[in-house]
């Protein structure tokens, strides 16, 4: 049974092409499980409604960027608004992923390092990919 993780930009929200490409990479898959993704928006909401729309069960391994109390300083930041954050938090949820799901299929946008990280690291631990580049998709 397949366990498939759905990560991505924030900045991507075309459902139309989601779906596209969601459709023809599960169309060869057998044993779909789940499908495993986070809470933040874009991406990661439209994987939600995907499987909401497709009956497939859902599993949300959310960023804990808030999960800040008990942490050293040093693994502490602050964003541009003031707001302060978990350095770890991305590293932590990545690696979560990983451990959880044998596919990942990642909306890939030029500047996003976040995903990138994931791909690097579901490539160390051998999860079968698909990498969408979505700035090629919009042009």
């Known amino acids: 049974m397949s366990r498939i993780a759905i990560a991505g930009s924030v900045d991507f929200y075309n459902e139309e092409i989601f779906k596209q490409k969601v459709d023809a990479i599960l169309k060869n898959l057998t044993g779909l499980k789940e499908i495993v993704s986070g809470d933040d928006p874009g991406t990661e909401e439209m994987a939600l409604w995907y499987a909401e729309a497709n009956n497939i069960r859902f599993k949300s391994i ?78």
């Open 62 to 139: 959310p960023t804990l960027r808030d999960d800040i109390d008990g942490k050293p300083i040093s693994e502490i930041g602050e964003n541009e608004y003031g707001e302060r954050y978990w350095i770890n938090a991305g590293t932590i949820r990545n690696q979560q992923v990983v451990d959880y799901c044998s596919h990942l299929i990642a909306f890939l946008s030029k500047d996003d390092a976040v995903t990138r990280a994931l791909i690097s690291l579901a490539t160390k631990f051998e999860l079968k990919i698909r990498t969408v580049m979505i700035d090629e998709l919009l042009e």
